[in-house]
């Protein structure tokens, strides 16, 4: 399950895909890119997260770990 990345010193994003994912679309304009998922709508959850401008793709693997481990809530 792989997601993507992209980073400046502008700005950048990660998408992070939480289900089965059958494709990823990426594109850059040089001022600003995108990253897309291709899915059915029956696994289509995914997540993209927004930062200030990045020198590398570090930020992206601890986005992934936060968003696929997510705690359980229980209410009582």
Do not use: C, I
């Not at 980073?7 to 059958?22: D, I, M, N, Q, R």
């Not at 890119?33 to 693997?61: C, Y």
Request: aromatic share 10%; no cysteine; proline share 4%.
């Amino acid at each position: 399950m792989g997601g993507g990345v992209q980073y400046s010193e502008a700005w950048a994003l990660s998408l992070v895909p939480l289900g089965k994912s059958t494709g990823l679309t990426y594109w850059d304009a040089g001022g600003w890119g995108g990253l897309g998922l291709q899915d059915t709508a029956e696994h289509s959850e995914h997540a993209m997260v927004f930062h200030a401008g990045q020198t590398g793709p570090e930020f992206a693997a601890a986005d992934t770990a936060r968003l696929r481990n997510r705690p359980e809530v229980s209410v009582r």
